[in-house]
C-alpha cells in the first residue's frame, strides 16, 4: 500500500479493518442522529414508486440503533412515500460526508409507524 493511500480519510479515523469500518459507520450515524451538524444527518432515501422507478429525497435521520440495527426517518402522513412504502417496503438510503471522502449505502426493509410510541416520540 502507497504512502498516500495510508492517510486517507479512514484510515485516519483508525477505519483500517472490516471491524472497525462496520463499528465506525454505526458510530457515525448515530452522530448523524444526534446532530444537524453531521454530515450523515441528512441522507437520501429511495422508494419505489408507483410506475416501478426509484423515488429519491432527502430525509432527516432521527434514530439510529446499532443493536438493532435500525435507522429512523419521519414523514408527514399526507406523504406519497407512505402508499409507496406500503405497496414496496424495500427502501435505499445514502449518506455522504465530502469533507471525509465517506459514502455509506444500505438497503431496509421500511416499516411504517402511524399509531405508535416511536410515532408519537
Keep these: 500500500m502507497s504512502r498516500a493511500r495510508d492517510r486517507t480519510p479512514l484510515a485516519e479515523d483508525g477505519w483500517t479493518t472490516l471491524d472497525a ?17 453531521s454530515a450523515f444527518h441528512a441522507p437520501a432515501l429511495a422508494t419505489v414508486s408507483p410506475d416501478g422507478a426509484p423515488d429519491v429525497r432527502t430525509v432527516i435521520l432521527r434514530v439510529c440503533e446499532p443493536e438493532s440495527r435500525t435507522l429512523v426517518c419521519q414523514t408527514d402522513r399526507r406523504s406519497p412515500k407512505l402508499d409507496q412504502l406500503a405497496a414496496e417496503p424495500r427502501v435505499g438510503w445514502l449518506f455522504y460526508d465530502a469533507s471525509r471522502k465517506v459514502q455509506v449505502r ?3 426493509i421500511a416499516t411504517v409507524h402511524a399509531e405508535d410510541a416511536l410515532a408519537d416520540a
Design 106 to 108: 444500505a438497503t431496509a
Design 21 to 37: 469500518v462496520l463499528e465506525g459507520t454505526w458510530t457515525t450515524l448515530v452522530r448523524g442522529a444526534a446532530s444537524a451538524k
